[in-house]
């Protein structure tokens, strides 16, 4: 399995799934490599019942060491269950795991900048605060992505410098580099850096 490539690691977890073999494999923690972490967590993501894959995800988040394995799991049911889901992403975001509480931020990022998003869920990740990279990084991806799907809500943040200078910045650049943001607003971005 090492050094296998992620396309070959989600068929792998794909061939297994619902299997004595994937059961028993999901019960192994913590694994001693990144592809196992990959099909742990892609193994997850496929779970159909709610509970049942938040249970999963909850076992695993305090094993999860990078944000590779961090990313790449989004959970299908997730998509159906915004209510039910709402609390535990608040509960992740404000977790003193590095990897749970970024992942606690991309699954706020991934389901609720749609039709169920609320301005509350800006102030949510603005008042994440620390030193660490990979947590200000996917701080930043969510207020580039949010500038991208709700610019009118999001500007604000920006305009009032909610985020540290690091995070603001990258935020910006983000945003910047994005082909979701419209030109007029990148150049008025480039202003408040």
Same mark, same amino acid.
């Given at each position: #399995? @090492?050094? +296998?490539?992620? *396309?070959?690691?989600?068929?792998?977890? %794909?061939?297994?799934?619902?299997?004595?073999?994937?059961? %028993?494999?999901? /019960?192994? @923690? *913590?694994?001693? &490599?990144?592809?196992?972490?990959? +099909?742990?967590?892609? $193994?997850?993501?496929?779970?159909?019942?709610?509970?049942? &894959?938040?249970?999963? +995800?909850?076992?695993?988040?305090?094993?999860?060491? &990078?944000?590779?394995? &961090?990313?790449?799991? /989004? *959970?299908?049911?997730?998509?159906?269950?915004?209510?039910?889901?709402? *609390?535990?992403?608040?509960?992740?975001?404000?977790?003193?795991?590095?990897?749970?509480?970024?992942?606690?931020?991309? #699954?706020? #990022?991934?389901?609720?900048?749609? =039709?169920?998003?609320?301005? =509350?869920? $800006?102030?949510?990740?603005?008042?994440?605060?620390?030193?660490?990279?990979?947590?200000?990084? #996917?701080?930043?991806?969510?207020?580039?992505?949010?500038?991208?799907?709700?610019?009118?809500? /999001?500007?604000?943040?920006?305009?009032?410098?909610?985020?540290?200078?690091?995070?603001?910045?990258?935020?910006?650049?983000?945003?910047?580099?994005?082909?979701? +943001?419209?030109?007029?607003?990148?150049?008025?971005?480039?202003?408040?850096?």
């Amino acid at each position: #399995m @090492l050094g +296998v490539k992620t *396309p070959e690691i989600r068929k792998i977890a %794909k061939d297994i799934k619902g299997t004595e073999e994937a059961e %028993k494999f999901l /019960s192994e @923690l *913590p694994h001693r &490599c990144y592809e196992e972490n990959l +099909v742990h967590f892609f $193994l997850i993501s496929s779970i159909r019942d709610f509970d049942e &894959c938040v249970q999963a +995800v909850e076992t695993f988040l305090p094993y999860v060491d &990078c944000w590779p394995v &961090c990313d790449q799991a /989004s *959970p299908k049911v997730f998509s159906k269950n915004h209510e039910k889901l709402l *609390p535990l992403i608040q509960k992740w975001i404000h977790s003193n795991h590095v990897y749970t509480g970024r992942f606690g931020i991309r #699954m706020l #990022m991934n389901e609720f900048l749609g =039709e169920d998003f609320r301005p =509350e869920y $800006l102030e949510w990740v603005a008042s994440v605060t620390g030193e660490d990279y990979y947590i200000r990084m #996917m701080v930043a991806w969510y207020f580039a992505t949010a500038l991208a799907k709700k610019y009118k809500e /999001s500007i604000v943040y920006i305009e009032s410098r909610r985020l540290d200078p690091w995070t603001h910045k990258k935020a910006i650049q983000k945003a910047i580099e994005s082909f979701r +943001v419209s030109d007029e607003h990148k150049a008025y971005l480039k202003t408040l850096r």
